[in-house]
């Protein structure tokens, strides 16, 4: 292959790569090391020349020498170096670690103060070498702990729905991707997520989803740890986890060192499904309700049987019973299948502690109620403020329902606002009702209540205290 030569003799590949390298020289930052040496080399001289100044007498112009020597040396320190470390690969290698002395570092730097004031008073070579290590002991303890962190990649795995209050298993999965170096003695924490308000004060905005630390001692090259937890999420709602932050104490324990990994997973905790009281009070005769109303639209004849409390006064079989001279009804025979709207009225009078607790037993209620007529088979509707659910086998409506439950939160709007929600689901009645509402019960009209089944949250916390009392 021929090679293009210039006139001077070099090939033009050459010169093609030398420019580019010119081109890419950071001329600031070699234009601040050449200053910084020049100016060392001067606080030198200068030093030097303050020495041998004290020697001969001259101690006036020993110190002005000193002193321009110090003060050339600060110079460099404060406003070349910090310039000229901002420009290397030390940077990166420092970002996103956070540093803290232990108590037993604290100690540490204690020790090390006092031996140089002696060093310096008493001139003690054997102090000044005993300083030396002592300092070295800082640099590797934090050059040691760097490498520890290096190379670390972290995965959190948790199932699909997750419950509050309800334990859960979890797999923390940490993966150690260095060569040839194994970790030693981390320990990893969640952080919760951060959001700015106004004035850029950090304020938290979700709950973070690892709440506990996770201690892992030994972490060969190229393997993973994963540790099975247990995590509780005490409320409904999101969780988030942008970052996890591993730290270590390695080698000696004097510096606590953290890096932030990030993670960027978010989770939606649905509401508690475990029967509450609440749930146990309202069931029997919500039940009851409801087969009344499903029976009662239907039209055939099944059966003639004895009566029960349960039971409405309009299918008595007044010829039956006056023939065995004891109560009878007609059963009917069920045309459709079960089918109920779930209707929950956020709307709460006040803000107040007791009230947005009421409001939390409410939503639990709905969830609760929603899962059990998902277990028994019934087809269902649900409908609150701004968010409705058309009527959908039980299978495919209820993770929708406990997913808006989820984050459903109360409505301090009028009275009035909040009753149309009501009157809204009432007009529309095709199926079986139940609504789930804070208003008092004479605020409800007459026809409205004869329409649907009305669950009246202050009622029931009532029951609740005065049982309680």
């Not at 995590?231 to 970052?243: A, I, W």
Request: hydrophobic share 45%; aromatic share 10%.
């Amino acid at each position: 292959m021929a090679v293009q030569v210039q006139s001077g003799g070099l090939p033009s590949g050459f010169l093609s790569g030398a420019r580019g390298w010119l081109r890419r020289i950071d001329r600031a930052a070699w234009r601040r090391f050449f200053v910084a040496v020049l100016a060392l080399t001067l606080a030198l001289f200068l030093a030097l020349y303050a020495t041998g100044l004290s020697q001969s007498g001259q101690y006036k112009t020993a110190a002005v020498a000193a002193s321009v020597s110090l003060l050339l040396a600060a110079l460099v320190a404060v406003r070349v170096v910090p310039g000229l470390a901002r420009r290397t690969a030390l940077q990166h290698w420092m970002r996103g670690v956070e540093y803290e002395f232990t108590p037993e570092g604290a100690v540490y730097l204690a020790l090390i103060l006092i031996i140089t004031v002696a060093a310096v008073n008493t001139g003690n070579n054997l102090l000044f070498i005993i300083l030396s290590c002592l300092l070295a002991g800082i640099l590797v303890s934090g050059v040691m702990s760097r490498i520890v962190l290096q190379g670390l990649e972290l995965e959190l795995t948790l199932p699909d729905h997750l419950f509050a209050g309800q334990p859960v298993f979890a797999r923390l999965r940490l993966k150690n991707q260095k060569q040839f170096l194994p970790t030693f003695s981390v320990t990893v924490q969640g952080r919760a997520s951060l959001r700015l308000k106004r004035g850029r004060h950090p304020l938290l905005s979700a709950p973070a989803i690892l709440s506990q630390d996770v201690y892992i001692p030994y972490l060969p090259r190229r393997s993973a740890a994963s540790p099975d937890l247990m995590l509780t999420f005490p409320k409904r709602g999101s969780y988030s986890q942008e970052s996890f932050r591993v730290s270590t104490r390695f080698p000696f324990g004097f510096i606590r060192k953290t890096r932030s990994i990030p993670c960027g997973r978010e989770v939606l905790v649905l509401p508690s499904v475990e029967p509450s009281e609440a749930f146990f009070e309202v069931l029997p005769q919500l039940g009851s309700e409801m087969d009344s109303y499903v029976k009662g639209r239907s039209h055939d004849l099944y059966a003639i049987r004895d009566y029960r409390p349960s039971d409405s006064a309009r299918h008595v079989d007044w010829k039956a019973t006056a023939r065995v001279r004891q109560l009878k009804v007609r059963e009917f025979t069920r045309e459709d299948q079960r089918r109920l709207r779930l209707v929950l009225d956020p709307w709460v009078p006040d803000t107040s502690a007791k009230m947005l607790e009421r409001f939390e037993n409410s939503v639990t209620l709905c969830a609760c109620l929603a899962w059990y007529f998902y277990e028994t088979g019934v087809e269902m509707a649900f409908v609150t403020d701004g968010f409705e659910v058309p009527m959908s086998p039980p299978s495919q409506i209820l993770y929708p329902v406990l997913e808006k439950l989820a984050v459903v939160e109360p409505a301090p709007v009028p009275a009035s606002s909040a009753g149309q929600l009501i009157s809204h689901a009432s007009a529309h009645m095709e199926c079986f009702q139940v609504i789930i509402t804070h208003q008092p019960p004479e605020s409800i009209p007459a026809s409205q209540r004869r329409s649907s089944y009305f669950i009246f949250m202050d009622l029931l916390s009532r029951q609740a205290d005065g049982d309680g009392g």
